[in-house]
Each structure stands twice: as C-alpha cells, then as structure tokens.
C-alpha cells in the first residue's frame, strides 16, 4: 500500500486562490493527493483549478469541512504547524522529525493522519494548535521568517516523502513498540472531553456560568500525553463510575 | 562567520518575472542572499523587485553574468540541479547529501560555492550539467515531477539551511521557555496518585481485592505527559469535587 495514502493535507481558511493552486501542487509533487480544506475563504473555484495546473484533480477532490474538528475526525495523528517560537509549551517537532512521525504513524494500519497548515496571515489560532498532538517550525531566517504557505507545504510535504522513501528503501521493520499502539480517533477523545465536562459540572467543579480555563487545560495536558485508546477507555469508565455514584 | 555568505545560487536563463521574485524570497527565508543571474531572460526591473516583496534587496543586489562559467569562477564546488534521472552517470547527491557538501566547503574557508538551477522549462544544458562537480535532484513523485523553479530553490536551499544549523548545532539549543515552566516535585505528584486511588476506590472503578492494572496505568499516562504545577492543582481540585459529593 501507499502511506501517503493516509496523509490529509489540511489547509484552513485559505485566502488566495494561487495559493490553493500552488499547495496542490507542490503536494502532488510529493506523491500527496489528499486535500482538506476547513472554511475556504475561497471555494475552490474555476480559477483555483486552473491555477493549479497539472494538479487540478487534487483540488477537485478536496474535501471541505466548517471546521478543524470534523476535518480531523477520523485522524489519529494531528500535528499543526507554527511559524511562531516555541512560546506554547507544546511538543515540537522540526520538519524531518515530523516526516518520520507520519511516516510512522501512516505505516501502522489504515490510521489517518493530518498535518495542517493555517491562515496565510495570522496561521492556526491557539485553539487550534491545542488540538494537534505536535507543533512543527520550518527553522526559518530569523530576519526574513515568512515562508508563503505553498513553500511551507512544500517543504514538509518534501520531508513526508523523503521519510518514506528512506523507509522503503532500508525495510526496516516497524518499530515493534509504537507497532503495538492503538490510538484512538480524534472523535472518540472529542466524546471523552464532553463526558468529562458534564461530569465536572455535576460534581460542581466547572461552574456552568464561569467555567474559566479549566476544560482548555486539561485538553493541553491530555493531548501533550497523546492518550492510547486503552488509556481512553479507563479515563471514560472512571467518569461512569462517578456519574453512578452522584 | 556566517557560512550561508559562501554560498552563491545561480539561476541561468530566468524567464519570469515572478519565478525570480518567488526564488530571491525563497532564498532569503532560508538565509541566503548571494544571488547570480546568467543571461536572464528578464532583467531584474521593477516588477520582478515588487514581486520579491521582502526580498527585493536580493534582487537589487544580483550579479549578472552572461555565462555560467564567469558566475562559478571564482567556485571551489559546484553542485548542478537536474530532474532527469541518473542517466548522465555522474556523481549524485540527494538534497540532504548537496546541503552537507556545501556547508561542508563553505565552512572550510572563504570557498566559494554554486548551485545552479536551469530554465522553468528546459533546465540546464549537458554542457551546463558538465561543468558541475555534482548534480543533485529532488525525488519527487514520478507521475508529477514538475516542481517549480523557486519551489526547487526552497526545498534546496531547506537542505543548506538545516545542514548549517545542525553544524552550528543551533537546532539542539535548550527550549527556552521550558525554564519558565513550574513543574511538581515528585512528592506532590505521589500525593495526587494516593488521592486518585482513594477516590477510585470510593466510587468503586478500583476494587480493592482486585486492583488490577489501573493505577499503574493511569501513572504512564501522566508520566508522559509531564504534568505541571498548575495542572496538578486542578487534577487535585476534580478529586476534592468529587469526594464532597459522595
């Protein structure tokens, strides 16, 4: 099978039309067809398809979606890029250690995986950096830093197929621990932060009228852990366990 | 010194206006300013300044040369880029492999270096490909290999770039905002586990004649996770919102 295959490209709220185009393409240009786009600014119009030449067929199956979470629904690794330093306290990633991790993650099974690009101008918000299990940073002259968003796909879409292509070449086996791993869907940890908050407004510890920051907090915690599914199941039947018990 | 001043990129017979505007820009956010022209078909004039936006300097500070050979002159390694397979039997760098050996001769002395990229259409001559120590080619998706004049410019001078860093071990500098980070001492975090095995057990997702596995489990998740201060404290304050309400 083709690995690559499992990559999502996600662009959201993309501006320009060219730079749909030119994303298309540099993608194809790496063996990447699949294209998400979250609240196209944009629709990919006549122009966008002929602006993205030879790789019009990618724009014209791109999916879209209203927002970053239905886009990442089925995926089980997520990770946003940043053109910002490492302010966020978040695992980072530079862009040949973030080939390897897709490569990786996208070799296991039919596991998705996204990689997910922002604004042109303003890039992704924190809000939805929070959602992605690792940040990466094209290392960027510090006096000129502003890689368009093409050149940014292009350049990690470059690391995705170098990663693969090192892979298929040497064999090596999976590593046998990650192997093992199931990690589950972005929806499915979607459900367990809703039940965790109905919870803690049951036992009072979110006031429904000031909730404050303790939901995004404990997001942060729980996607810097990345949680495995068994993981998942046990924190889903410790909350059961205290709504029976209320 | 800054090695990346070494390292000369030569775009022979440039035909448009915004490829050496996309190339200069593509150039200087990875660090590299010396830009050489061989008969461009363009002149740099002012709309190929405006295109290059923020770069524009590197345009206005072109030389131009009519022939490859005056622009390599004064060049100690010369690496020529090519997407035709390996057919001339010449030696063959992959990016990676062309970024080390530049920076590798570039850091050595005031070597000069060039890396030549051809014409948007044609690319270099053989003539051209002969004069090149080197040649170096992207391996991208053979059904759509076209890659772009400033996009190879991009992805090449990445290469160059990371090979710099990864020397002057900039890349493995610490995370400066780990610092700033107030993590728990391990006492206080033991205290957090006693208290969740408590609380488990009261609402009965632990049985105390039969354990099993979860504690130990739970521990792994938020070792890797490396919780902070201020998330142990809310991880506290759920426990004591639930014990009250039971």
């Given at each position: 099978?083709?690995?690559?295959?499992?990559?999502?490209?996600?662009?959201?709220?993309?501006?320009h039309?060219?730079?749909?185009?030119?994303?298309?393409?540099?993608?194809?240009?790496?063996?990447?067809?699949?294209?998400?786009?979250?609240?196209?600014?944009?629709?990919?119009?006549?122009?966008?398809?002929?602006?993205?030449?030879?790789?019009?067929?990618?724009?014209?199956?791109?999916?879209?979606?209203?927002?970053?979470?239905?886009?990442?629904?089925?995926?089980?690794?997520?990770?946003?890029?940043?053109?910002?330093?490492?302010?966020?306290?978040?695992p980072?990633?530079?862009?040949?250690?973030?080939?390897?991790?897709?490569?990786?993650?996208?070799?296991?099974s039919?596991?998705?995986?996204?990689?997910?690009?922002?604004?042109?101008?303003?890039?992704?918000?924190?809000?939805?950096?929070?959602?992605?299990h690792?940040?990466?940073?094209?290392?960027?002259?510090?006096?000129?830093?502003?890689?368009?968003?093409?050149?940014?796909?292009?350049?990690?879409?470059?690391?995705?197929?170098?990663?693969?292509?090192?892979?298929?070449?040497?064999?090596?086996?999976?590593?046998?621990?990650?192997?093992?791993?199931?990690?589950?869907?972005?929806?499915?940890?979607?459900?367990?932060?809703?039940?965790?908050?109905?919870?803690?407004?049951?036992?009072?510890?979110?006031?429904?009228?000031?909730?404050?920051?303790?939901?995004?907090?404990?997001?942060?915690?729980?996607?810097?852990?990345?949680?495995?599914?068994?993981?998942?199941?046990i924190?889903?039947?410790?909350?059961?366990?205290?709504?029976?018990?209320?």
């Amino acid at each position: 099978m083709n690995y690559l295959d499992n990559v999502k490209i996600v662009l959201v709220e993309t501006s320009h039309t060219g730079n749909m185009g030119s994303a298309a393409r540099a993608m194809k240009t790496m063996g990447l067809t699949h294209l998400c786009l979250v609240n196209p600014v944009i629709k990919p119009d006549s122009q966008s398809i002929s602006l993205a030449a030879g790789a019009s067929d990618i724009i014209k199956q791109a999916q879209i979606f209203s927002s970053l979470e239905e886009a990442i629904a089925d995926c089980r690794l997520v990770i946003g890029t940043s053109a910002r330093p490492r302010s966020l306290q978040w695992p980072n990633l530079t862009p040949k250690e973030c080939g390897d991790k897709i490569i990786q993650e996208a070799s296991n099974s039919d596991a998705k995986v996204a990689l997910v690009f922002g604004r042109e101008r303003v890039g992704l918000t924190n809000e939805e950096l929070q959602k992605c299990h690792y940040h990466v940073g094209i290392p960027a002259n510090p006096a000129y830093s502003s890689l368009n968003l093409a050149m940014s796909v292009q350049v990690l879409c470059y690391e995705i197929r170098m990663s693969m292509l090192n892979l298929s070449s040497v064999l090596t086996e999976p590593e046998a621990d990650i192997d093992s791993i199931e990690f589950p869907k972005d929806e499915d940890i979607e459900r367990f932060y809703q039940h965790l908050e109905q919870t803690l407004l049951k036992t009072e510890f979110i006031n429904a009228n000031h909730p404050g920051q303790i939901m995004g907090r404990l997001r942060r915690l729980f996607t810097r852990a990345r949680i495995e599914q068994h993981e998942l199941n046990i924190l889903r039947g410790i909350l059961t366990s205290v709504d029976k018990k209320l």
